[in-house]
């Protein structure tokens, strides 16, 4: 798995390279911040849940899209890794102005420290929920 340090390297370059063929007014960072799920949220394996974002950042008129992340933060690790599953996103292409995007819970190891990283052109990561069988 892509580490963290390596995706986030990657982003960046790739939102430079594109911010300089993009006019300023487009090439704006929205950052919206995840709403759901929230810190305690219990996913089950297989279900059908909407994964929100406050969209007061993104510009109704915005075509600006995500890409959706699964990924864990483990207690014992202080590097703050949060493990994001680049292989296999959640849901991409979807607009960031929607402020929403169903989502299939993929079968995962059960454990409390799943996260949702939603990336746009910069991105937020969600608290700490649970998936479970």
Excluded: C, Q
């Amino acid at each position: 798995m892509l580490s963290f340090k390596a995706f986030l390297a990657f982003a960046v370059l790739a939102t430079a390279v594109t911010a300089l063929a993009i006019p300023r007014a487009a090439a704006d960072v929205i950052a919206p911040a995840v709403t759901h799920p929230t810190a305690g949220t219990v996913w089950h394996v297989g279900a059908l849940e909407t994964v929100t974002w406050d969209t007061s950042s993104v510009p109704a008129w915005s075509e600006n899209t995500g890409v959706l992340l699964l990924g864990f933060v483990e207690a014992d690790d202080p590097s703050g890794n949060e493990h994001l599953d680049v292989d296999h996103p959640l849901a991409a292409g979807f607009r960031l102005a929607d402020g929403a995007v169903k989502v299939t819970v993929p079968d995962v190891v059960p454990r409390d420290d799943y996260v949702v990283a939603l990336i746009g052109d910069s991105g937020d990561v969600s608290g700490m929920f649970i998936i479970v069988p």
